[in-house]
Each structure stands twice: as C-alpha cells, then as structure tokens.
C-alpha cells in the first residue's frame, strides 16, 4: 500500500523525504486536526448560509424548496465528483482518494476551509449577480448536504453494518461497501439514485457483465 501511494506521489511530481514521498496535501488530509477543521466548515456553511437567507425574509414555502432543491444538487455533485474527477487517473485528487481505497478505515479529508472557499464566491455570484433571493437557502441545503455526506461517508468506515440502526442506512453501508471492492460502481454515498441514472449500480454493473 505505501509503495503505491509512493508510486502515485512520485507520478504527481511529489518530492521524496527519506524512504516515503508524501505530499503536504497528503500529509494534512491525513491529519487529525484537519479532519475535525474541515468537519467545523462543512457544518458551519449550511449555518451561515441559513443566517444569511434569514434576513431575507423569504416564505417558508420559497425556504424549503430551495433548501430541498440545493440537497437534492448536491446528490449530483457529489456523484460527478466522486465518478468523474476522483475517479480520474489524470486527475489531481486521484491520488488522495485511490490512498483511501488503499486504506479506508484511515483518516481522510479534503481541505479543511474548502467547502466555504468554493461555496461563497458561488453564493456572491447567485446573490450579487443573478439576484436569487433563494440563493441562501439553496447553498443552505447543497452545503448541509455535503455535511450530512462527510458524516456519512466516515461513520461508514468506523462503524459496522450490524451496529447500523435502519434497514435503509444498513443499504447505503451495503453499497458503499461495493464500492470498495468494486469501484466502477454505485459511486453514490448518499442515494443510489444517479448511478441508476448513470447505469453504475452494482446491479445494472453485474447485469452487463453477464450479458458480455
Ligand atoms: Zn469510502
Ligand atoms: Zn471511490
């Protein structure tokens, strides 16, 4: 295992120290503290986000669908991202999250500030540029999404399926569990919906192997 994260550092141009080549953005995706960092962002996003659609004045209707509609993006985003660009041997995230196929029960993070990076120009462009008074709201619930998905994700991989509380959640430990032996499928953490769009469920996956 650490000779293939050696590999894939030395093909991302990573400098060797002593016996092991680690990057820094390894090395501090791997941290502790940067864990429970990016853990304190991805939870105060949908906070901010929340306070700052509130003074607005919005409805409550305009405040649960666009809510609901920013989760509801997020279960795409985070399919592409996983299936698209962490999946992407070009890519430059590849290596962090083929060392988490190598190693899943190890800590790993992105970033710790990255979701309020990414998520607060996008909020002053919907806000200030489009004028969407529903712009909040939605962030609210796209980021609250990717809350509720890093939660997930890492009980996944700390927790066993047996000790899961619902049948429905005990499915998601299922699925992802499939991921890591086969990682061409169900690619989707939080709902199988897109990969039985995209025909990357472990069924339709196991369905076209037979038929090969
Ligand atoms: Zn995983
Ligand atoms: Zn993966």
New binding site residues.
Partial sequence: MIELRDELGAANGVEKTGSTSRSWLSTLSESRANLWAANFVDFGCPVLFAYLGWRRHLGWSSIVVSFLFGLFVFTFVEYVI?RWL??NPKSVFYPL?NA??NAPEAISAGLFPQSFVVLMPVWLLLTYGFHLNGASFFLCGLSAGNFYFGMLHSLEHSVRINQVPFRWLQGRWAAHGV??KL?HTN?GVMTSFWDYVFGTHQRQAKRKAMQA
């Fill in positions: 996983h962490l999946h999250h988490h196929h991921h890591h990682d690619y």
